[in-house]
């Protein structure tokens, strides 16, 4: 009896695998877009996300905005705008702009819990860099590593959560699995949307509106800064609040 129980303990320790690629033909046009991608992951590799959201009140977080002023955050990558707005960063595409990206001063963010509220006022491409660093972009220095990625709703795959490498090879989880199928239904067009994500050495996991998301591994992007982005284009205006991080170093 004792065996038997170490013995499915054991198993459910194990990272639990997906089984494949969503068979509708949104999921599969996307996985047959992005095929060309070199370290595009394999469907049956990927992990799922199973895990409750972490708890995001009590003692060890911290806020990252202090409300008042953004003199702890620095924009990098272009000259779309980031301005205080009450209790709210609010981030504009400026027509002609590279893609920008308002990142926290503070660049050594290792193993922590971190959660905001993002809501679009004008659809736009967005999400949060983490553990990101620096590269050389078209006008001067740009982010660079792992976005939870938040996708406005017109883009019809339902993606938000999944994590994106910036300017690092593309889609490191993309959200195409038959698994997730519940979880592209969790993002709220038309109000705020809670991002959480918890880093654990080379573990990586994130929740959009309490929905477990993403669950990816990687030995790359081990530290970093956390950054805001408004990307280049026609439009976009996004809000970003709560921001606040629990170390777990």
């Known amino acids: 009896m004792k065996s038997t129980l170490l013995l499915i303990l054991a198993c459910l320790s194990l990272p639990l695998l997906a089984g494949e690629l969503d068979p509708g033909p949104n999921q599969q046009k996307w996985f ?66 590279e893609s920008t990206y ?19 006022e004008v659809e736009g491409n967005t999400g949060v860099m983490f553990r990101a660093t ?9 982010a660079y ?17 999944g994590i994106y490498g910036q300017a690092a090879g593309g889609w490191f989880y993309p959200v195409w699995l038959a698994e997730h199928s519940e979880t592209r239904k969790a993002q709220i067009q038309h109000g705020w949307n809670r991002m959480t994500i918890e880093a654990r050495g080379n573990h990586v996991r994130t929740w959009l509106n309490g ?3 993403s669950n990816w591994k990687n030995d790359t992007f081990l530290s970093g800064a956390f950054g805001l982005q408004v990307h280049k284009g026609k439009a976009g205006t996004i809000y970003w609040r709560n921001l606040k991080v629990k170390s777990l170093d």
Not at 134 to 142: L, W
């Open 134 to 142: 620096r590269t050389e972009g078209k006008t001067g220095p740009t």
């Open 211 to 213: 929905v477990p998301v």
């Open 32 to 97: 047959k877009h992005y095929e060309k991608q070199k370290n595009l992951p394999d469907p049956g590799e990927m992990l799922i996300n199973k895990k409750p959201e972490p708890k995001l009140t009590g003692e060890g977080f911290i806020d990252l905005f202090n409300g008042k002023n953004l003199d702890d955050w620095e924009a990098i990558g272009g000259t779309c705008e980031f301005t205080v707005q009450g209790d709210s960063i609010r981030g504009v595409t400026v027509p002609g702009s």
């Open 145 to 161: 590593g792992p976005q939870m990625e938040m996708e406005p709703f017109s883009h019809g795959r339902g993606w938000s959560g």
């Open 102 to 120: 308002l990142y926290t001063k503070k660049a050594d963010f290792a193993d922590f819990i971190f959660t905001c509220d993002l809501k679009w």
